[in-house]
Each structure stands twice: as C-alpha cells, then as structure tokens.
T-cell receptor
Framework: ETGVTQTPRHLVMGMTNKKSLKCEQH?????MYWYKQSAKKPLELMFV???????ENNSVPSRFSPECPNSSHLFLHLHTLQPEDSALYLC??????????????FGAGSRLTVL | GQNIDQPTEMTATEGAIVQINCTYQ??????LFWYQQHAGEAPTFLSY??LDGLEEKGRFSSFLSRSKGYSYLLLKELQMKDSASYLC??????????WGAGTKLIIKP
C-alpha cells in the first residue's frame, strides 16, 4: 500500500447508526487531517492532528469524533448524523515543519450518505 | 473575510490551451497551491507558487501575482484525461489553507 488509503469508500447510514471512517498513511508524515467536501463548496477543514495530538478542531459538531492512535492512523467516528452531513470525507497527510511546502497528500475519500 | 474565487465550470477542446483563473483575498500569504481532482478520486498536487512569476511543469504552468491577489493555471495540449476539477488554495498568515470551490474542466473532442 502506498500513499493515503481510506475505508470504506462508500457508506450509507441511518441517523441513529454509529459508524467509523478509517484512514492510513504510508508516507511517514507527521500530520493528518479530516476534510469535508460538499458539491460546489470549498473543502472544509474539520480536524488536524500533529504527532497524534489534535491541533485543530474547526467548530465541528460533537456527532463527529476523531481518533488518532498513532501518526499513521486516523479515524472519524460518526453517530446521530443528520442528512446534511452527507458528503465526501477526505483524509490527508503532510510533513509539517521544516522548509518544505507542506503539501497535502489526500486519500480518495469516503462517500457518506445519511438517510 | 477570506475568499478564493475561481470559475465554477469551463469547457475546452482537446489539443487546445485553457487558463483557469484564481483570485484571492486572504489575511496574509504564504503560498498558493493547485490540485487536480478527477471524479471519485483523491485531489492530487499540481503546483505551488510562493514567489511572483510562472512555474512550468510539462504541459501545466502556474502563474502568481501577489500584488494583484491573482493566479492562473495554464494547461496546454489538452487531453481528454485532463477533464477534472481544479482546486486553488492559499495558505494565509496563520498557515491555514483557504480553498476555492474548484473549477470543473470539461474537455470535448
């Protein structure tokens, strides 16, 4: 496996379900991100982790709960979601610090539909 | 507020040249990025500009004017596989990425 992998690629859930999205990066990066992508809207940053510590939470509702057990894995736990939460959820990683451009490498996303 | 503007959709012909513009108003500037995203796939990095001028990478070039808050992505010798969305993003003074809504590029034979 190379790059950033996300599972599942597609998820349909009811508003009372509990599910989790998984992300794994194989790039040795020190930062991982969750983004929400809705049609015709800019990417919305949800959470940032650097060396497993959460460094950003962009006023995301508590029905989204991130978990970062180590610098290679990132989860997004979902419960009691609303239909407006239906979107593509993108995971990304990067190497923060140093003199580089801190380019994000994205996974292919998990397409979530909330019924 | 901070804002990135880019056209919603553009159409071009195979073999031609197309320019996708991006204008921005942000709190400070620490670089501008272009990403390509094919439908159902991950956004992939295309270019990074932090100084004024043109950066060329094969068929793709990216231009930046910091004084005008303006960038463009130039795609030459268009191929059908270039049909995708192109995302512009600016890193502000707090090193936060501000994203545009993306430009969907449709290539016709």
């Amino acid at each position: 496996e190379t790059g950033v992998t996300q599972t599942p690629r597609h998820l349909v859930m009811g508003m009372t379900n509990k599910k989790s999205l998984k992300c794994e990066q194989h790039l040795g990066h020190n930062a991982m991100y969750w983004y929400k992508q809705s049609a015709k809207k800019p990417l919305e940053l949800m959470f940032v982790y650097n060396f497993k510590e959460q460094t950003e939470n962009n006023s995301v509702p508590s029905r989204f709960s991130p978990e970062c057990p180590n610098s290679s894995h990132l989860f997004l736990h979902l419960h009691t979601l609303q239909p407006e939460d239906s979107a593509l959820y993108l995971c990304a990683s990067s190497q923060q610090g140093g003199t580089g451009a801190n380019v994000l490498t994205f996974g292919a996303g998990s397409r979530l539909t909330v019924l | 507020g901070q804002n990135i503007d880019q056209p919603t959709e553009m159409t071009a012909t195979e073999g031609a040249i197309v320019q996708i513009n991006c204008t921005y108003q942000t709190s400070g500037f620490n670089g501008l990025f272009w990403y390509q995203q094919h439908a159902g796939e991950a956004p992939t990095f295309l270019s990074y500009n932090v100084l004024d001028g043109l950066e060329e990478k094969g068929r793709f070039s990216s231009f930046l004017s910091r004084s005008k808050g303006y960038s463009y992505l130039l795609l030459k010798e268009l191929q059908m596989k270039d049909s995708a969305s192109y995302l512009c993003a600016v890193r502000d003074s707090n090193y936060q990425l501000i994203w545009g809504a993306g430009t969907k590029l449709i290539i016709k034979p």
